[in-house]
Each structure stands twice: as structure tokens, then as C-alpha cells.
């Protein structure tokens, strides 16, 4: 029963990591650019939903649609401002551009809100439910699911709509795309702004339940690393059964040999994927 | 310019002696000293980053491994901390090939991600590992036993002792540039295919620089402990550890010999000042700057200050020319 309890737990977590994850695969398999700030979009997320519901209330809906809003127009402003003019420089500008923008983003943080963890005050969202004795935390069981459908909406976006297309259109050939009347930097500004909104969303979801402070970018950067590479090369489904797997191991970890090694085993898990499948679980060489 | 750089090696040279007769000479000497050690770890970073062009942001690794052996020999079994220096080097080069053979046959940002990854990796075990003191850290010998402890009161014996290994280092980087493997790096660097399609074995020689640079950052790092006789997690393995690594590489000018010299003359004094201005709250504005100038100098001058120049003599240059040709 305590297993299954922890299994559940994994998965919901999974399921926001997943959605964060398909934001970062999103940009990847489109520019084939990581956004090493990506962690510190989630991290702001949590802040935006702290500052609504401090100063504005309302419930998990507004502060949610706020993250996503606001990281929305954050994640396109970078794109147009720093993004597109170091796309095409070299590798040094394109790992510098978004490190020093994490780090710059992480330590105004600091400045900000102090270095202290800090919960979110209890919003309508409390309790747990009993699934056949399965205890689960409502607010992780709301972001779980939230995010989950989430993941999908934006899978869905990308294949089933006329701006999906044009997405993927830019991503394969920028050129041609052009010729085709598409703008190609309105589909990339779209694409980091769907992105940063990601994060966002998923930041507030996570602060619905566990303590944050301006530090936590990092492990959710590299988690996210983990997530995109096991689901194979901008790959959003991908990226979505990976956050399931990498939810669950971390779990599982943190049960069987303490929650201090729980990042340690996925980092350790990135390091083998690269040795043994750098093309990820769904991908082919 | 030979007359320059014989200033600049006079100048470095007679430093630790210029300052003695200032009111805060032995401030200004640990500084000094502070300089040489930032350049040299800026330098080391400098030859798989500036000169392969393959961005490590987790540097930091290797420089833990290199400041945590001396002291770990020091306090499991009593030996001169200078004994775990070649320990520290070998570790750093397993390290080195982990992360290297399996990112360098992937194109993208796999080598950066990764040497991240283990960075953080390496410094979560760190801490909760009783064997190394630890979230607490280790501490060498708090007096000297004999000469080979290399612990002084002064600054001033350090100095050398960091202006020595820079000078080897700067030697061995300038070798390097003319040889095969400095060569074959500027090749990769400017396109990676077209220098595979003209037989340059480029897995390799990406990580015979990285084996180089780790070399190199782990001796910054033992040279770190032994001046600082402590260490920690966080000022071993501390992603701030990379990032000043990185800063004085490319404000200085990644790939180029001086650049991180230059860029360890600036920042360290800089870091210096902000933290005294703002007092101990003054490390986090340091880092929202440094933060700030990574995303400008990616932004607008990839090549750093050297570049910067070089740019603006060719324009000066230029305006003489046309000037000229008017008259």
C-alpha cells in the first residue's frame, strides 16, 4: 500500500515535470537550443503565484492563468531581445545568453524575495483524498492532473492545429517557411513564450504544495535536461512519458535510499543515457 | 608590444614589492595573489572553452576534486597536503573522460548539460558523505610541520607559487596554439563538420583538451586549499565556482592567451569592492552583475574585451585611412 501511495505520488509529480519538460523540448527541437534559464522560469512561476495570491487573492485559477501570462510575455520578450541575435553566433554566445540569464534571474530572486523558503498560504485547494487507501494530497493531485492535461493540450497544439503546423514549419526549414508567408520570428517568439508559460503554469502548480525559495531553479533545469533527453530530441511526447518515468524513479529513490539521493540517481541516470541512449527511450540512431 | 609585455611581466614580476610600502600592503598582496589564482582557473577553463569552443558550466567539478584531495590526504592519513595534488588530477581526468566520451560524439549542448549535471552531482555527494566532513567541509594543517605543508602567513610566497604555475600554463596554452592540437581545435571551433570532412579526429581532440583543461582546474583548486587551508561543498563544487571560471574567461576574451588574465585583473578587484561596499549582502548583487555582464558580452561581444580592442584599433585604423585618402 505504501508503495502504491509512493507510485501515485511519483507520477503526479511526473506529470508536472512533464509538462515543464515539454517547454524546454519544445525550444530544443525547434532551434535546437537549450535554455539552460528554463529552471529559473518554473522558480519565477512559484513567485507569480505567491505575489498574486498575496496581494490580488483569488484561487489557484487566477494565480495559474497570472504564471502563465506573465512568463508568457517574459519568455517572447528574451526571444526578441536576446534569443534571435545570439541563435546564430556562436556556441559560446548561445550557452552564455541563457546561463547568464538564469543566473541573473536567480540572484535578483535572492535580492527580492531573501534566500528563505517559503510556502504559499493555504488556498481552497487542502486535504487529501482516499483512493481505496491511497492517500493522496489534493493540491498534488489537482497539479498532477492540470498538468497532465496540460502536456496534452500543448501535444495537441503542436499536431492538430494551423499554428502547430507553422511551428513545425519554422523548426524544419526557416526558409522555406518564409517563402510559405510564415514569419518565422513571430512562430519563435510564440514558441519561448509558450514555453516560459510552461514553467510557469507548472512553478504555481508545484507551489501549491512544497515549500520554494529562488535556489530551486537549478534542480528543475537539470531535471528538465534529464526529462528532454530520455524523451528523445524535441520530442513532446517524448518529453511527457519521461516526466512520468523520471517523477517515479525520483520517488522510488527517495523511499528506498533517502530523499537526499533522489536527484543525485537522476543526475547520475542523465550521465548513463548519454553513455548508453543519447537518443532517448522513444528516439532511433 | 614586446615593450608591453615585458611591462605586464615586470609589472606581475615586482607586484607583492610595489605594494609592501602601502598602507594595506598585506590586503593588497592576498589580492594579488587572488588575481593569479582567478586567472589561472579562468586560463585552464579557457582551452576547452575559448579554444575548442565546447562550454563547460560546470567547471567547478574539477576544481573541487583538486582543492578537496590535498586536504582529504592531509586529514585521513596525515600526508602533506601537496601529496594529493597528482591525486586530484587523476580524478579530475576520470571525470574529464565520463562527461567527455560520451557528449563529444553528440552535436548541441549535450556537453554542457552534462557537465552540469555531474558538477551538482558531484557536489550533492559531497555533502552528505562523512568521509569529507561532509556539508561542514575539512580542514588542512592549522600549523605548519615543515616547509612542504606550504603554509605561510604572508600572501606573498603564494603569489609566486600562482605566478609560476600561470606562467607554465600560459607557456603550455601558446604552445599549444601552434601545435597540431591547437590547430585542429581553431578548425572544429570555426565549423565542426567541415573540419571532420578534412580528417580532423574531432572527438578526440576535443577531449584531449578537455583532459588538458582539467589538468590545469584541478591544480587551481589544489592551489586553492592549500591557501585557503578549508574547504566545502560550495566553494569546491559551487555552481558560482564555474561561473567565475567562466566570467573571466569571456570578458577577458575566450581564445585568446591574455584574455582571462585581463579578465581576472578586472573582476576580482571588482568582486572585492562590492563586497566591501555592500557588505556580506553585497555577494548576491555581485552575482545579479555578473549575471548581467555573461548575457551582455554573449549579446554584443562574444569575443570579450580582446575583441572589443581589436575592433576598435581596425576602426581607428580605418578612420586614419580614410582621413588620408581625403587629403
Same mark, same amino acid.
Given at each position: 500500500?505504501?508503495l ?6 511519483g507520477?503526479l509529480?511526473g506529470?508536472v515535470y512533464?509538462l515543464f519538460?515539454?517547454?524546454?523540448t ?12 528554463h529552471?529559473e522560469?518554473v522558480?519565477?512561476g512559484?513567485y ?10 483569488g &484561487?489557484?485559477?487566477?494565480f ?11 519568455g517572447?520578450a528574451i526571444?526578441?531581445l536576446?534569443?534571435? /541575435?545570439?541563435?546564430?553566433g556562436?556556441?559560446?554566445? /548561445?550557452?552564455?545568453?541563457?546561463? &547568464?540569464l ?7 530572486a ?5 534566500p528563505?523558503?517559503v ?6 485547494l ?6 481505496h487507501g491511497?492517500?493522496l494530497?489534493v493540491? /498534488?493531485?489537482?497539479?498532477g ?6 502536456a496534452?493540450?500543448?501535444h ?5 492545429t ?8 519554422v ?9 510559405m508567408?510564415?514569419r ?8 519561448w ?6 514553467a510557469g503554469i507548472?512553478?504555481?502548480l508545484?507551489?501549491l504544495s ?7 531553479g ?5 531535471t ?14 517524448g518529453?511527457?512519458?519521461?516526466g ?5 524513479i525520483?520517488a ?7 530523499p537526499i539521493?533522489?536527484d543525485?540517481i537522476?543526475?547520475?541516470l542523465f ?11 522513444l528516439?532511433?540512431? | #608590444?614586446?615593450?608591453?609585455?615585458l ?5 606581475l614580476?615586482l607586484?607583492?614589492?610595489?605594494v !609592501? ?12 595573489a587572488?588575481?593569479?589564482?582567478? !586567472?589561472?582557473?579562468?586560463?585552464a577553463w579557457?582551452?576547452?572553452g575559448?579554444?575548442?569552443? %565546447? ?8 576544481f ?6 590535498p @586536504? ?8 602533506p ?10 580524478v ?6 565520463v562527461?567527455g ?11 554542457s548539460? *552534462?557537465?552540469?549535471?555531474?558538477a551538482e552531482?558531484?557536489r550533492i555527494? #559531497?555533502?552528505n ?5 561532509a *556539508?561542514?567541509?575539512? #580542514?588542512g594543517p592549522?600549523?605548519p ?7 605561510f +602567513? ?6 609566486y607559487?600562482?605566478?609560476v604555475?600561470l606562467?607554465v ?5 601558446? %604552445?599549444?596554439?601552434?601545435?597540431r ?5 581553431? $578548425?572544429?571551433? *570555426?565549423?565542426e563538420?567541415a ?6 579526429p574531432?572527438?578526440r581532440y =576535443? @577531449?584531449y583538451a ?11 583548486g589544489s592551489l586553492y586549499a592549500? =591557501? ?15 561561473v %567565475?571560471?567562466?566570467?573571466?574567461a *569571456?570578458l577577458?576574451? $575566450?581564445?585568446?592567451?591574455?584574455g582571462p ?5 578586472i ?7 562590492t ?5 556580506g549582502?553585497?555577494s548576491g ?10 548575457v551582455?558580452?554573449?549579446r554584443?561581444?562574444?569575443?570579450g574585451?580582446?575583441?572589443l580592442?581589436h575592433?576598435?584599433a581596425?576602426?581607428?585604423? %580605418?578612420? +586614419? ?7
Open positions: 500500500m505504501v502504491l501511495q509512493i507510485i501515485a505520488g507520477l509529480l506529470a512533464a519538460s515539454s517547454g524546454l519544445l525550444i530544443w527541437g525547434m532551434m535546437n537550443f537549450i535554455n539552460f534559464a529552471g522560469f522558480m519565477l512559484m507569480v503565484a505567491l505575489l498574486v495570491l498575496t496581494w490580488i487573492g &484561487g489557484p485559477g487566477v495559474g492563468l497570472a504564471a502563465a501570462l506573465g512568463l508568457f510575455i517574459l517572447a526571444y526578441f536576446l534569443i534571435r /541575435q545570439v541563435m546564430r556562436p556556441m559560446l554566445a /548561445q550557452i552564455l545568453s541563457t546561463f &547568464g538564469a543566473l541573473l534571474l536567480r540572484y535578483a535572492f535580492w527580492m524575495f531573501s528563505n523558503f510556502t504559499l498560504p493555504p488556498t481552497v487542502s486535504g487529501t483524498v482516499n483512493l491511497i492517500l494530497g493540491p /498534488q493531485l489537482v497539479a492532473l492540470v498538468a497532465g492535461l496540460l496534452l493540450a500543448m495537441l497544439l503542436l499536431t492538430r494551423a499554428i502547430g503546423s507553422q511551428l513545425l514549419a523548426a524544419e526549414d526557416r526558409h522555406a517557411a518564409m517563402l508567408g510564415i518565422p520570428d513571430r512562430m519563435q517568439a510564440l514558441a513564450g509558450l514555453s516560459a508559460a510552461s507548472a512553478g504555481a508545484m507551489a512544497y515549500p520554494f525559495s529562488p535556489s530551486v537549478e534542480t528543475f533545469a537539470l528538465a535536461f534529464v526529462v528532454v533527453t530520455m524523451g528523445g530530441f524535441g520530442s513532446v511526447p518529453a511527457m512519458l519521461a512520468l518515468i523520471v517523477g517515479l525520483q522510488l529513490s527517495a523511499y528506498y535510499f533517502g539521493y533522489k543525485v537522476v543526475y547520475a550521465v548513463a543515457l548519454l553513455w548508453f541512449r543519447p537518443q532517448g527511450l528516439g532511433t540512431a | #608590444m614586446r615593450w608591453a609585455s611591462a605586464v611581466a615586470a609589472a614580476l607586484y607583492p614589492w610595489l !609592501a610600502g602601502t598602507d594595506s600592503a598585506a590586503f593588497l598582496q592576498d589580492m594579488g587572488l588575481v593569479l589564482l582567478a !586567472a589561472i582557473g579562468a586560463s579557457n582551452i576547452i575559448g579554444y575548442a569552443g %565546447q562550454i563547460s558550466v560546470g567547471h567547478a567539478m574539477f573541487g576534486v583538486g582543492a578537496y584531495l @586536504l582529504i590526504v592531509y586529514t585521513q592519513w596525515q600526508l597536503p601537496l601529496a594529493g595534488v597528482p591525486l586530484g588530477i587523476a579530475s581526468l576520470v571525470l574529464a573522460l562527461v566520451v560520451p557528449t563529444f560524439r553528440l552535436v548541441g549542448h549535450y556537453f548539460m *552534462a557537465t552540469i549535471a555531474v552531482l558531484v555527494v #559531497m555533502g558523505w562523512d568521509f569529507v566532513g *556539508a561542514i567541509g575539512i #580542514m592549522a600549523t610541520r615543515g616547509w612542504w605543508d606550504l603554509i +602567513r604572508s600572501a606573498v610566497p603564494y603569489y607559487i600562482f605566478l604555475v606562467a600554463l600560459l607557456a603550455v596554452t601558446w %604552445q599549444m596554439q601552434r601545435s592540437l591547437g590547430y585542429y581545435l581553431r $578548425a572544429l571551433r *570555426a565549423g563538420r573540419a571532420r570532412s578534412l580528417g580532423v574531432v572527438r =576535443k @577531449l578537455l583532459m588538458l583543461s582539467a589538468t590545469f582546474t584541478s591544480l587551481a592549500l =591557501k585557503t587551508g578549508f574547504i566545502d561543498p560550495d566553494s569546491g563544487f559551487g555552481i558560482l565556482v564555474s %567565475q571560471m567562466i566570467i573571466t *569571456a577577458g576574451g $575566450a581564445g585568446t592567451l591574455f588574465l585581463i579578465g581576472a585583473v573582476l576580482v578587484p571588482l568582486q572585492t569592492a563586497n566591501t561596499w555592500f557588505g549582502g553585497g548583487l555581485t552575482y545579479i552583475i555578473y549575471g548581467g555582464i555573461i551582455l558580452i554573449a554584443f561581444e562574444p569575443g574585451l580582446v575583441e580592442w575592433r576598435l581596425a576602426l581607428r585604423l %580605418q578612420r +586614419r585611412g580614410a582621413k588620408r585618402h581625403a587629403a
